[in-house]
Nanobody, 127 residues
């Protein structure tokens, strides 16, 4: 069974940086479509960033564009989310997701586009 394991969350002051990692247990996912979502308390889970299958096209939500960067290391079956200039409103549980299907030219931005999910990692931004 494929597992996605996130790490790198924690407590950081506003303006600081964190890098999240998500490792897939199967090499099959080295070039899969990958994404990051987040869920803040009392809110629905929302798309943060995604990278398309194979080609690696990226897309970001407007709220993180210019501050967050998604990248991948196919050899390590890992996708990263570099988060800079963190704001209080970035506080949430961050989830990584993966999917083996879909166009290599499109980024999955919806939850139901993904079939595999990690357990989540908490990111807390303090003032």
């Amino acid at each position: 069974q494929v597992q996605l394991v996130e790490s790198g969350g924690g407590l950081v002051q506003a303006g600081g940086s964190l890098r999240l990692s998500c490792v897939a247990s199967a090499h099959t996912f080295s070039a899969a479509a990958r994404g990051w979502f987040r869920q803040a308390p009392g809110k629905e889970r929302e798309f943060v960033a995604g990278i398309s299958r194979t080609v690696g096209i990226t897309e970001y939500s407007d709220s993180v564009k210019g501050r967050f960067t998604i990248s991948r290391d196919n050899d390590k079956n890992t996708v990263y989310l570099q988060m800079n200039s963190l704001k209080l409103e970035d506080t949430a549980v961050y989830y990584c997701a993966a999917d083996l299907n879909g166009s290599i030219w499109l980024v999955h931005t919806r939850e139901h586009d993904y079939n595999y999910w990690g357990q989540g990692t908490q990111v807390t931004v303090s003032s």
